[in-house]
């Protein structure tokens, strides 16, 4: 039989720390979809340095681990003068690892748009600019939504390394309540509030999927 006793000593301390993961998810999820959306246009740019540094931000972020990036951000950022709090460490890093991969998802949907579409956006009178945005970047979208949702999952998922920096997120508050308790019943408890999460996200992702596919086939 589980013993989910230790409900009523930490209680507030996991009602905090789903809060806590929330808002690191919401925004490193904004912060993540707009760096990961420039950092995409920077790849596909005919600017070489654009699409160097683009390249390279790829490169480092997506082979690099999560981890080692919030260590870097929490202790090598106060080195340099930069004091950030807990939660914008691991919102910030959170929102660099996951732009990455966002990246090359959004790059993929952008060359899979039919090429003419951005040479008659111009010959409209749009700037470069002014065509990704009303005209590539709309029907990029549509062509992601499955691999965007994953990464927003997956996003989620990563924010329980918050728990490392003492960060107050659902992690953290299991890891307390493991000093004094047993933590398989622990553990089965934060796993479900990691559903409570991630759940409603791919159900969303599919119904956003459907509803494309449909208007696609009109």
Not at 86 to 108: C, D, H, N, P, Q
């Amino acid at each position: 039989m589980m013993d989910f006793s230790f409900l009523d000593v930490y209680k507030e301390s996991f009602i905090h720390g789903f809060l806590t993961t929330i808002e690191v998810s919401i925004v490193a999820l904004i912060l993540s979809l707009v760096l990961g959306v420039i950092i995409a246009v920077f790849r596909i740019s005919r600017v070489k340095p654009l699409e160097w540094f683009g390249t390279a931000y790829v490169e480092f972020f997506r082979n690099t681990p999560l981890v080692i990036q919030i260590f870097f951000f929490y202790f090598g950022l106060p080195s340099i003068g930069i004091d950030l709090s807990k939660f914008m460490v691991a919102s910030f890093g959170l929102a660099i690892y996951t732009s990455a991969f966002i990246a090359e998802a959004v790059r993929a949907g952008i060359q899979s748009v039919n090429k003419g579409q951005m040479e008659a956006a111009r010959s409209s009178g749009l700037s470069y600019i002014q065509a990704m945005w009303h005209v590539i970047l709309p029907q990029a979208f549509k062509i992601i939504v499955p691999p965007l949702g994953n990464q927003f999952i997956n996003l989620v998922k990563n924010s329980s390394v918050l728990a490392l920096i003492a960060g107050g997120d659902i992690m953290y508050a299991a890891d307390e309540a493991a000093v004094d308790y047993d933590v398989i019943p622990i553990y089965i408890f934060v796993a479900c509030l990691y559903l409570v999460l991630t759940i409603p996200l791919s159900l969303i992702v599919n119904f956003m999927e459907r509803r494309w596919a449909k208007q696609g086939s009109r």
